[in-house]
């Protein structure tokens, strides 16, 4: 499941035991990717695009002593997440098991496999909150990029969420197709009565970052509907709460991703392999460690993985005499690796970076492109799936740096 969650904009619900009183400060925000297993295809998706190759997962035993070794280290924020979480039939259990821990929990799923009688089991196990993802306001575009039939079901599912109480944000990942539709995206979210909308501009990584081509918008889209979004604002006030960011290539500095390498996020991915942000295992020359090799602690505080982008020691110039370092820490790693090929180098968003023009070219390339309606003929998309996956991985794809030099310009 695409979560484009920041820790920055999520509350601090329970209190955080055991924190360590040292430089390093303890995790807040543990993310449990229970699965890929995935009944949606989306052309966006974060996973990485060799999942196939991560199939193994954590057992509920082993999940649960995620939990508990999480609670104790600080974490207090808590998503269940994917692939598509619910096709795990332990859900229930590690929600009750988190419940008890003090985490807030928030699912955050597609729908599919929503049940009235999974909706009952999570609500007595104590879930908190819900994340609904959909792709579009219409029909057509929700199920052509999940290369899917699941708009209708989608929306059974949003009033089934409130009709059990539950919060619910309503996430929907922007990009060419869909920025048109911004108005009316908001206009879904209204009528389902979601406390939030999520309108997560595509960031560039998995899924989305083999689709770049097809799916980057032109800054005049983004302009219209951050218009339409301030003005949905104003109408609306408190009535839905509207995140709308906008995505990374269309900045002059980069943002401080995930507040920092392995300072407030801690993710397991499904094989238990613990990641300092959700794209990082990506990255070259990191081995990252596993929940059933080493304690979570250790992992946290000792692990070469964790430690490798904490703090100024690793910046290389223009980072390391940047009067602006502290306010972004350089940027996204795994944004440096793909566009430069070098993850310590400088988040080539930033126009200070020598390799910034890549990404001017990328911006510029999308706006001289065709209307986004005939991209699919002329550029067929990669869904994701497994046979895409294994492919991309036998190749040896499976999160490839474009970095002019080592793969020819790709714009
Ligand atoms: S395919 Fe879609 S629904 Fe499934 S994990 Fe990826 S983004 Fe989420
Ligand atoms: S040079 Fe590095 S530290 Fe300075 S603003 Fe750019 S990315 Fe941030």
């Known amino acids: 499941m695409t979560d484009l969650s920041r820790p920055d904009t999520i509350a601090q619900t329970a209190a955080r035991p055991e924190a360590k009183p040292d ?5 807040l925000w543990l993310l449990a990717e229970l699965t890929y297993r995935c009944p949606l295809h989306c052309v966006f998706c974060y996973n990485p695009t060799n999942y196939t190759d991560h199939s193994r997962e954590l057992s509920t035993a082993q999940w649960i002593d995620v939990l508990r070794e999480a609670r104790a280290l600080g974490a207090a924020q808590l998503g269940f997440s994917g692939g598509e979480p619910l096709l795990r039939d332990d859900l229930e259990v590690l929600v009750g098991e988190a419940r008890q821990l003090g985490f807030y929990t928030n699912l955050i799923t597609s729908g599919i496999g929503l049940t009235d009688t999974r909706l009952d089991a999570l609500k007595a196990a104590g879930l908190d909150h819900i994340q609904l993802s959909f792709q579009d306001s219409t029909q057509e575009l929700n199920d052509f990029l999940s290369s899917t039939r699941t ?45 939030y909308l999520e309108l997560a501009n595509t960031q560039y990584y998995g899924w989305a970052h083999t689709n770049r081509a097809q799916l980057m918008p032109t800054a005049g889209q983004l ?65 990252f460690p596993n929940v059933t090799d080493m304690p979570l602690r250790e992992i946290w505080y000792e692990s070469d993985a964790f430690n490798r982008f904490r703090g100024f020691g690793w910046m290389k110039e223009p980072c390391r005499s ?46 001289t492109r065709t209307p986004a309606q005939q991209i699919t003929k002329e550029q067929p998309v990669l869904f994701r799936n497994d046979a895409n996956s294994r492919r991309l991985a ?18």
């Not at 080539?348 to 023009?357: A, G, I, L, Q």
């Open 23 to 27: 430089a390093i400060a303890p995790p």
């Open 151 to 195: 708009f209708d079901l989608k929306k059974r599912v949003a009033a089934s969420i409130k009709a059990h109480g539950f919060p619910m944000v309503l996430n929907c990942v922007l990009h060419r197709f869909n920025l048109p539709h911004v108005d009316k995206i908001i206009d879904m979210a209204l009528a389902m009565d979601a406390e």
């Open 223 to 287: 302009q219209e509907a951050e218009a339409v979004v301030n003005r949905y604002r104003k109408e609306i006030g408190e009535r839905c709460k509207i995140f709308f960011v906008v995505p990374d290539y269309f900045e002059t500095r980069p943002k401080r991703c995930m507040n920092g390498w392995g300072a407030v996020f801690l993710g397991i991915a499904p094989d238990g392999a613990a990641l300092p942000c959700h794209t990082a295992r990506s990255l070259p020359g990191l081995t």
């Open 322 to 367: 940047c009067d602006e370092k502290e306010r972004d820490l350089g940027g996204c790693r795994c944004q440096a690796y793909l566009l430069t090929g070098d993850p310590a180098n400088a988040d080539p968003v930033c126009d200070k970076s020598p390799e910034h023009e890549h990404v001017v070219q990328v911006v510029r390339a999308a706006a």
């Open 394 to 411: 036998a190749a040896g794809d499976g999160h490839p740096p474009d970095h002019p030099v080592s793969r020819g310009e790709r714009t």
